[in-house]
């Protein structure tokens, strides 16, 4: 019994050293994960980056990449997946001030705020979505939440009309709110983020004015 308590007090049992094994492994699926997001930031959402890029950011070797991944898409697609809080924060709220022209405001700003923290890795996670079944499932998760928000935002409006023009209007909402219209905005046609947003908010300013929204200020 003596020699037992000596070999625990001196040394390291097999469950501490499990343990220690497994906050490595942690460590450093994180690490890679991190690494990956980074590049991907660096470069604008870019080209996506080698194993070799990534083991050399993450400082671990190629090895580890793959032991915590099958493959690069199931990594891209973790990296993906940590900017879910961030898609989350800004799709949540629900603006409800009596002025509709302050809700779009708010709405602008919202995912304005939201696409430009996002971009890098939703350029990629665009290219992933046409072989990978699951970043297309998360991308059409967060589409129908941004559709949500519209909806609830912009309930007193939408109760003005019915039928196909009720149907119409939220489309229009949803495509001038989009990620692709603000990716054209930003990417193809060189707009700033303030000239972005003044442009987002004319068209939906046009959309909602014949129902009790300002009309949009021309210069």
């Known amino acids: 019994m ?11 049992t097999h469950a501490e050293k499990g343990d220690g094994r497994r906050l490595r492994a942690a460590r450093n699926r994180e690490a890679v994960v991190r690494a990956v997001l980074e590049i991907i930031r660096a470069q604008g959402g870019g080209p996506a980056p080698s194993a070799a890029e990534v083991a050399r950011r993450a400082r ?10 099958a493959d690069l898409d199931s990594l891209f697609v973790a990296a993906a997946a940590m900017q879910r809080p961030t898609v989350v924060a800004h799709l949540a709220p629900r603006p409800d001030q009596p002025e509709v022209d302050r809700r779009v405001a ?9 696409y430009e923290e996002i971009a890098p890795v939703r350029r ?11 970043v297309a499932s998360s991308i059409e998760e967060a589409h129908q939440a941004a559709r949500a928000q519209l909806a609830d935002t912009f309930q ?4 003005q009309v019915s039928g196909a023009r009720k149907r119409d209007l939220l489309d229009e ?14 990417q193809r046609q060189g707009c700033s983020v303030d000239r972005a947003r003044k442009i ?16 949009p200020r021309r210069r």
Do not use: C, N, Y
Not at 3 to 11: H, K, T
Not at 60 to 69: A, G, L, Q
Not at 124 to 134: F, Q, W
């Open 200 to 215: 987002v908010t004319d068209m939906m300013s046009v959309q909602l004015s014949p129902l009790g929204g300002r009309p």
């Open 156 to 159: 007193p409006e939408l109760r």
């Open 173 to 186: 909402l949803d495509v001038v709110t989009s990620w692709e219209t603000w990716e054209v905005l930003r």
């Open 124 to 134: 990629v996670a665009v290219r992933l979505a046409t072989h990978h079944d699951v």
């Open 60 to 69: 671990v070797s190629e090895r580890t990449v793959f032991r915590h991944f």
């Open 106 to 114: 708010a709405i602008v700003r919202l995912r304005s705020k939201m």
């Open 2 to 12: 003596a020699a037992r308590v000596r070999e625990v007090r001196g040394g390291t």
